[in-house]
């Protein structure tokens, strides 16, 4: 053997021999990188915990890169059925609930997932204005109000009390909380005769109680407690989908919460009725525009039986037409959803349900399930024009792209009204239980 050789071969021994505690770092660190890699070309989807697929779609849409993942399937019991790298990902041919596991390079497990097969579901998009009136469980506090005795002294007893602002009033001296006119009512009753009111609270999940002493103010000649409270919320939206098989509706898109605590209002009833839109006042940056409505109290739609994260759920009285869909539409699950042009169903003017064309600019499906799950912009010349863009009175205002019912607009972009965020479809049928999600099995699957 040359010298040189056998001089290069022994500093190359060397070389190794000093570094070769570096060696479980460095397998580590090229692992991680291997399988950052893979998450970033893979399917998003594969990495969720669980998720929907309609019927005869792939249960992991979109694919999977086949030369570098295996994907297991398993149903039930069932032995596993490993998919080779040269395999597609099968199809589900009947709904249920699927068992998965993917590997890297059939080796090292990445994750686990449930996909329930859902059957397709159809419904009527809306786009009708309507005037929500919801009615709380309880009485909500919203505020304090000091109160001046004849001697010119301030005192706030439901705040010395332990009361927050926030806290829902369940019960008053033994009495289910109904109306703001009832705990007024009782405060001075209690006050008259001298004795404290009891009062039955709620905060969060937490249930307590209080002892308040009404104090006369001087002001409003009455004995109060220092609170202000509020039984109810009314207001302007948009009706999204009509289900013709339950009779369910789904609208506004997102939760309603009280305007000064942001708390979600438990439900105790409410309706919705029709609304005809009297004006608009445009949005601008940094000042949100809004529909100007007008309720008719007499043409009640139907009622509210959920305040949901994805808007208020209940049932109409009669069928709803859409003049622009006569009949029911596919539901688009998540995955359906895509960046690119839509349309956008809502009213401007009296009645009138108009269609304005919007873009989906970014879709975020594993966003928490709530009035956020894409973001998009209005594109259309004549909305720009009327509105400014996104406005308040617009929330619920159903989304269609390629003959598909994909979500509803929910909020706008204080600094950008031509922008807002959406909910998706699948998210709002959840909601109302109008996606079956089984825990049965997968009767057939077949390749794509």
Not at 51 to 72: F, R, T
Not at 105 to 123: A, K, Q, Y
Not at 315 to 331: C, D, T, W
Request: with cysteine.
């Amino acid at each position: 053997m040359p010298f040189f050789t056998a001089s290069f071969l022994t500093e190359g021994r060397r070389w190794i021999l000093k570094r070769r505690r570096y060696f479980p770092a460095a397998f580590l660190l090229i692992t991680t990188l291997v399988l950052l890699m893979v998450k970033a070309v893979c399917n998003p989807l594969c990495w969720a915990k669980e998720q929907n697929v309609a019927v005869g779609d792939p249960l992991l849409p979109g694919g999977l890169p086949g030369k570098i993942l295996q994907v297991s399937v398993t149903d039930g019991n069932a032995a596993e059925k490993v998919l080779s790298s040269r395999t597609v990902i099968p199809l589900a041919l009947s709904p249920g609930r699927v068992y998965m596991q993917v590997k890297l390079l059939g080796l090292i497990p990445l994750n686990h997932l449930v996909v329930n097969v859902v059957p397709g579901v159809r419904v009527i998009p809306g786009g009708h204005s309507i005037g929500i009136l919801l009615h709380a469980q309880g009485v909500m506090v919203v505020g304090y109000s000091a109160i001046v005795d004849p001697q010119g002294q301030r005192h706030n007893p439901a705040l010395e009390a332990g009361i927050n602002s926030g806290d829902i009033i369940l019960k008053i001296n033994g009495r289910q909380a109904e109306s703001n006119q009832q705990v007024r009512t009782e405060v001075i009753r209690s006050g008259e005769a001298g004795r404290p009111v009891l009062l039955d609270l709620k905060r969060g999940q937490r249930i307590f109680s209080a002892r308040v002493k009404p104090v006369y103010c001087s002001q409003t000649r009455r004995y109060r407690i220092g609170l202000f409270i509020r039984d109810s919320a009314a207001g302007v939206g948009t009706l999204t989908y009509y289900d013709p098989r339950s009779n369910k509706y789904g609208a506004l898109g997102h939760v309603i919460c009280d305007m000064e605590t942001s708390r979600r209002i438990d439900l105790a009833d409410g309706r919705i009725v029709e609304a005809q839109i009297q004006g608009i006042h445009p949005g601008r940056r940094g000042q949100p525009g809004e529909k100007i409505g007008l309720f008719n109290g007499n043409g009640v739609m139907g009622d509210i039986t959920k305040n949901s994260s994805c808007g208020i759920i209940g049932s109409l009285k009669k069928p709803l037409s859409n003049p622009h869909y006569r009949e029911p539409v596919p539901v688009a699950m998540a995955y359906q959803v895509k960046e690119g042009p839509a349309e956008m169903l809502t009213v401007l003017k009296g009645n009138r349900v108009e269609r304005f064309a919007v873009e989906i600019v970014q879709v975020m499906p594993h966003n928490r399930r709530e009035g956020k799950g894409m973001v998009i912009k209005v594109t259309d010349p004549a909305l720009l024009k009327k509105t400014g863009g996104i406005i308040q009175g617009m929330s619920g205002s159903p989304i269609i792209q390629e003959g598909k019912f994909v979500g509803a607009v929910t909020h706008v972009f204080i600094n950008d009204p031509t922008r807002g965020y959406g909910v998706l479809a699948e998210w709002m049928l959840l909601e109302a239980g109008l996606v079956p999600v089984t825990g049965g099995t997968v009767e057939e699957m077949g390749a794509a």
